[in-house]
């Protein structure tokens, strides 16, 4: 199991495209758990998902999905399980609010709100990472390349 969640290919494209959406994913979590970059912080993000009559396990989801996801997309430790959630968040956050104002996001303020473009780009990167891992400069990829080192070494002391 822990081979299929961090077997990863030395890749950097995708090692970037990961660490800009954890860089993403962080700074929302951090507006949602620390209040930084004019974020309202824990509890007021409770007030905010109350606000529009989410239950707290909405909020609870979205705030450990954006800190801890965004993190474990910035080191590259089990990258996979967090580009899932995030895909449920999105796909959650479409369904939710951001469908019935269009495609586009409100660029202009003329808008209701924000379409679902973001979102089906940030789908796009999480499903390319759920299916590929982490890739280079991860800790996937050293959890992968010592484990394959480990099964190539011959066992020490058996009979040949």
Do not use: C
Not at 55 to 68: D, G, H, Q
Not at 73 to 82: E, I, S, T
Not at 134 to 141: E, N, V
Request: charged share 10%; aromatic share 14%.
């Amino acid at each position: 199991m822990l081979n299929l969640l961090t077997s990863t290919q030395n890749d950097y494209p995708l090692a970037f495209s990961r660490i800009l959406l954890g860089a993403v994913f962080f700074a929302h979590g951090a507006q949602k758990v620390l209040g930084w970059f004019g974020g309202s912080g824990f509890s007021g993000t409770f007030e905010e998902f109350a606000k529009f009559g989410m239950p707290a396990f909405v909020a609870l989801f979205a705030i450990f999905v954006e800190f801890f996801g965004g993190l474990s997309l910035l080191w590259g430790l089990f990258p996979r399980v967090a580009a899932v959630a995030i895909i449920v968040e999105m796909v959650g956050a479409i369904l939710t609010f951001h469908i019935k104002n269009g495609f586009f996001m409100n660029w202009t303020g003329q808008q209701k709100g924000e379409g679902i473009e973001y979102h089906i780009v940030t789908i796009a990167l999480a499903l390319l990472i759920a299916v590929q891992g982490a890739g280079a400069l991860s800790i996937d990829h050293s959890i992968a390349s010592n484990q394959n080192s480990a099964s190539t070494q011959p066992i020490h002391g058996s009979a040949e």
